[in-house]
């Protein structure tokens, strides 16, 4: 049995974790190159070009992980801010940060579209 010291140590750690994973996966989408020779497009315009008659456009699919990459980051990030507002007792603040989170996941629906799109 754990007690409140533990509990709380193990709930920080797990906190931290999210803002990790989503930092790691915020760089992995924002430091990657962009796929093919499309430079000077961002990865939203490469994603969003791609025709449903072009099966397997792979520049395309490439930019759309990344996006669903972005967005999952920034949901993370936001799901820790949330939290350790939550624990600096500022409650209402947290649930703004948590409705905050609603466009990554409109982000992300759409990046699933778009990789369906590249791909199919």
Known sequence: MLNATQEE???KRRTFLFFFLGFLLLAVALLTPQGGSLEGRSMYQVAWASPWQ???DW???WC???IILLCLGLA???VYLARLLRNFGRPALAWFILGC???PGAGLLAGFFLLLKAIF
């Open 54 to 56: 072009h099966f397997f």
């Open 101 to 103: 989170s609603i466009l």
């Open 59 to 61: 520049p395309a699919a």
């Open 9 to 11: 140590e193990r709930l």
């Open 76 to 78: 993370l990030v936001l």
């Open 64 to 66: 759309s992980v990344k």
